[in-house]
Every structure is written in structure tokens, then in C-alpha cells.
């Protein structure tokens, strides 16, 4: 397994663009996790899926942003639209069940100029 | 509420010299608790967990839940050691970080 796969690697958008995160979890794993990583305030759980369904959407700072797991290969997290402040690197991490670590992907670094 | 507390942003130790990364929690239940690490340029990886109890790379961490603490610790510091050391807490199904330790070890 190539591990968890997160597209695209990098990402520089203008202010007000809307912007579509990838990821695709490791085969077989049930959760799946969305965090942002920034200096200030390190990572970030953003939301978590458990069997492709929305658990804790809590953190995620606002309506602009949204996350799909349409099946349990895939998930988008979406920026709409994107303001400077959401400049950070986006990681996705899958993990097989409670308890368990979670694996993650090489993340996505977004700019929003 | 779930939290977890890494009190240093940075952690400056002598090649050789004793590491002691801090980790606090805060979690009603029995937490699984875990330490991450990201070296330069590569993805978060697990270190270790406590329910393991072994020591990886010459890391330890003891899960004191009198203290609610979670402290990594390596007896001598190495320089391929330095990273960024992430403390996590996996509770009601969601894993949690702290905000991280970047640990410099000086030569």
C-alpha cells in the first residue's frame, strides 16, 4: 500500500478562489482525519470520519469550509472561498480502527494570496 | 473536553545530553496516548504508544495517570534526533495533538 495520498502537494490561490483538498486513505481503514498545521497553533483536528460518516465536525472554523467522504476511498476537504488565513498545510490521516494510530499523508501546503 | 498540553515550542539539548519532551492530557476516560514525529521534509509518523511500552530509537514515554502526564524521554541525545515531536490522544474516536516540540539537538 502507497500509504495515505494527498493531492496536491502544493496549492497557491488567490483570495476568494475556491480550493478542493484530496485524500485517499489506506485501504481498509475505517476513520479518516482532517488537521491543519499552522505555527501558531500546531495541528489541528478539523473533522473526522468514521465508516465514510461526518463524527466531529467541531473544528472546523467556519462554513466556508466543508469535507466529503463519498466512499471509503476518498474525501475532499473544500475552501470557499479562501482567505489568506486559511495559508497552512492541510494533512489527511486514516487510521483502521479505536485506538489504533493514524497514518498520514505528505499534506498539502496551501498559499491564498 | 479532550486537550492535550505540550508546555516548549523548542527544546535546545547537547548531542548527548539527557531529552525530556513534556506531555499533559486532559480526558475523562482511559486514554490511548501516543507520541508523533516529523523529521524535516517527511510526513508525521508514530513513535510510539503507550500501551506498547517499548522503547523506540532510545525513546521511552510512561503514561502517569495520577499526573495526567505523558513525558518522552531518551537517555542521550542524538542529532538525528531533531524533529518536531507531536504528544496525541486518541478518546470517543478522535485523535487530538498538542501543539508540538521541536527538538534541536546541538552538536
Known amino acids: 500500500d502507497a500509504g495515505v495520498i494527498q493531492s496536491p502537494r502544493h496549492e497557491v490561490t488567490e483570495m476568494g478562489q475556491e480550493v478542493t483538498l484530496r485524500c485517499k486513505p489506506i485501504?481498509?481503514?475505517?476513520?479518516l482525519f482532517w488537521y491543519r498545521q499552522t505555527m501558531m497553533r500546531g495541528l489541528e483536528l478539523l473533522i473526522y470520519f468514521n465508516n465514510n460518516v461526518p463524527i466531529d465536525d467541531s473544528g472546523m472554523p467556519e462554513d466556508r469550509f466543508s469535507a466529503k467522504m463519498p466512499n471509503a476511498s476518498f474525501s475532499t476537504l473544500k475552501i470557499q472561498p479562501s482567505e489568506p488565513r486559511d495559508s497552512a498545510v492541510y494533512f489527511c490521516?486514516?487510521?483502521?480502527?479505536?485506538?489504533?494510530?493514524?497514518?498520514f499523508g505528505q499534506g498539502t501546503r496551501l498559499t491564498v494570496v | 473536553a479532550q486537550r492535550v498540553t505540550q508546555p516548549e515550542k523548542l527544546l535546545s539539548v547537547f548531542k548527548g545530553a539527557p531529552v525530556e519532551l513534556k506531555c499533559n492530557y486532559s480526558?475523562?476516560?482511559?486514554?490511548?496516548l501516543f507520541w508523533y514525529v516529523q523529521y524535516s521534509r517527511q510526513r508525521l509518523q508514530l513513535l510510539l504508544r503507550h500501551i506498547s511500552r517499548e522503547s523506540i530509537k532510545g525513546f521511552t514515554a510512561d503514561l502517569n495517570k495520577g499526573e495526567t502526564s505523558f513525558h518522552l524521554k531518551k537517555p542521550f541525545a542524538q542529532e538525528e534526533d531533531s524533529a518536531m515531536y507531536y504528544c496525541a490522544l486518541n478518546g470517543d474516536d478522535k485523535i487530538i495533538f498538542g501543539k508540538g516540540t521541536r527538538l534541536h539537538i546541538l552538536p
Open positions: 490521516a486514516s487510521s483502521l480502527n479505536q485506538g489504533a494510530e493514524a497514518f
Open positions: 480526558y475523562s476516560g482511559s486514554p490511548e
Open positions: 485501504s481498509g481503514h475505517n476513520s
